[in-house]
């Protein structure tokens, strides 16, 4: 059986996004504040993450089978 690992990036008041869905560049600041880049499985985006941040994440993408999204994220990617 394969293991199901969850994960959200979140403001640490609870909020994923503001009103009118803004806000979104301040969520996901982090994935574009380092030196390294670390692609994604789509050419179109990647990942510029600190050193120790960007082994963290591949070590966790290697070890994915799927990912699974909500529909807004899966059309804004384009699946």
Do not use: Y
Not at 39 to 46: F, I, K, V, Y
Not at 64 to 73: D, E, H, I, M, S
């Amino acid at each position: 059986m394969g293991k199901v690992i969850t994960s959200a990036s979140m403001s640490l008041d609870g909020f994923i996004a503001g009103p009118a869905e803004t806000g979104f560049e301040h969520l996901f600041g982090w994935c574009r504040n380092g030196d390294v880049e670390v692609p994604s499985a789509d050419p179109r985006w990647s990942f510029r993450l600190s050193p120790p941040g960007a082994e963290h994440l591949r070590q966790r993408m290697a070890a994915f089978g799927a990912l699974v999204v909500g529909r807004r994220l899966f059309d804004v990617t384009q699946g």
